[in-house]
């Protein structure tokens, strides 16, 4: 397996904060990360801490409807797009040399023109020599800050058809950043994959729990997720989640095993958590005594202890 | 005039390709003199941008009209912009002879002025019109040699 330069691990660990920061990824989609993630937020809130929940699958984000809450406190995410100012421009023709998209055109002297994607690196900005271009604003996105009794949500959306999702999820923890001295700890709630995305959403973890389920795309989707966090010298943790479905439990075992690490917890699909799955409500506020909230409140208690000063 | 004929090769012996971003060779001909400037397309195996990086040569080179297999969305958005006029339905065959069916004026040319958005639809209705004609031309020419 590759290694990253020290550089990049270590800034992949540098937060602003210390306020300890838990991911929930987990390669595969449909796994059940947001259940596990809504629920632990909401376990971590009942022991009495202050708990800040953000989801960073910007393109599906869901956790909102699993705790009932609405979007609000909308702020736009945007890019710097070039906007050109006539009369400016001395034909140099560094900025359609600088833009790796080729999508800077000029169709005759001294007129320059946006004609395909930009994803803002203000190249062409940064090489003009007669600030004959500036910073224009193109919206990528939103984040938003919905509250509840203790528990405060931040999510970040995506606009339809756009591929900058990696920036909507530094905007997002970057809002978060600004406020995370007021939280005992944040649970972060990652997009499926091992794309930049995820990579963004986990930087600055103490901890990811990798959530699977034993089928034969859960483990292989487990073998590359937990790659990752051995990239990044993240440390991991494995959740079996529907570990009563007739798979094999043991190949995840075996997956998490050549990783180095245990299937610290299993979770059956019992008829609570079934329940509250369908009635969108976390299984540790529907039905706090079943099996599953158990589970959940076991891991809170687990992580608060180690994490929580 | 200064036609551009997308090509395979630097001369007019070459093969034409049918692609025009992607094309390794950009001949600018001039259709009076048959004289060629071979541009060599240094954008062809860029990952994104290649139809419009490829506009912006053969505009630098003073082509004023492009002969080509297919032309892309932002390469035409590209074009139009530039006034370049486009010729589709180039065939795999010698850039001479390419050259010389356009002088039979066997090609159609379209200098739309659209945007980029609507230039994606209209490609597709012009690319199947010109198909048929063409279609049609060969069969003619069928004939009469028979």
Redesign the interface.
Known sequence: MPELEPEVIEDFHRIPFATPMIGVTGGKGGVGKTTVAVNLAVALVDMGLRVALIDCDVDTPNAAILLGLSLTAEEPVTVTRPDFIPGRCVDCGQCLAACRLHSLFRPKAGTIVLMGECNGCEACFLVCPSDAIERGRRRIGSTWKSEAAGLTLYTGTLDPGLEEGTLVVRRLKERLAAEAELFDIIVIDTAPGIHCNVIEALKGARLAIAVTEPTPLGSHDLDLILSLLELFKVRGTVFVNRADLPGRVDEIAGVAGRHGMEIETGLNLDQQLLDSYVHGIPVVTMHPHSRAAMTFTDIARRIAGEYVS | MKLCITATGPDLDSVTDLSFGRAPWLLIVDTDSLNVEAVENS?AA?R???G??A??LI??HGAEALLTGRVGP?AR??LD???VRIYEGLAREPVREALQRFKEERFSGVRAEKT?STAVGDSRCRGRGMGRRQGMGQGQCMRRGG
Do not use: P
């Open positions: 954008s860029a994104q941008g290649a419009i990086a506009t912006q505009v630098d932002k958005a590209a912009a530039a006034g980029a």
